[in-house]
């Protein structure tokens, strides 16, 4: 798959929204569901999201439900995560991740590449 580079953290007021990207490099992007994760300081890194290859299924995470959406753009070679009504709790690094051998997958061991992670800091 290559390389997996998110963007689009940063620093946001509780109740606030944002948009993750996540770009990745090479030609076979469709070939892969796509996941977010998420860790937090002191806590294991959790599922948030996960898209299907066409981005005709996804699943999220309970704590998120309602709140995120994830899409793709395979011409782009991109995964979103739109992220509305933020609250404290979703302070964490976010991580996208390609699987290449799952429909969907909400464990990380399910997936085959990481990126690097961007911050998301919600303030109360």
């Known amino acids: 798959q290559g390389q997996l580079v998110e963007s689009g953290g940063g620093l946001v007021q509780a109740g606030g929204s944002l948009r993750l990207s996540c770009a990745a490099s090479g030609r076979t992007f469709s070939t892969y569901a796509m996941g977010w994760f998420r860790q937090a300081p002191g806590k294991e890194r959790e599922f948030v999201a996960t898209?299907?290859?066409?981005?005709?299924?996804?699943s999220y995470a309970d704590s998120v439900k309602g709140r995120f959406s994830i899409s793709r753009d395979n011409a782009k070679n991109t995964v979103y995560l739109q992220m509305n009504n933020l609250k404290p709790e979703d302070t964490a690094v976010y991580y996208c991740?390609?699987?290449?051998?799952?429909?969907?997958?909400?464990?990380?061991?399910?997936?085959?590449?990481w990126g690097q992670g961007t911050q998301v800091t919600v303030s109360s």
């Open positions: 991740a390609a699987a290449s051998k799952t429909i969907l997958g909400s464990t990380w061991t399910a997936y085959d590449y």
């Open positions: 898209i299907s290859r066409s981005g005709g299924l996804t």
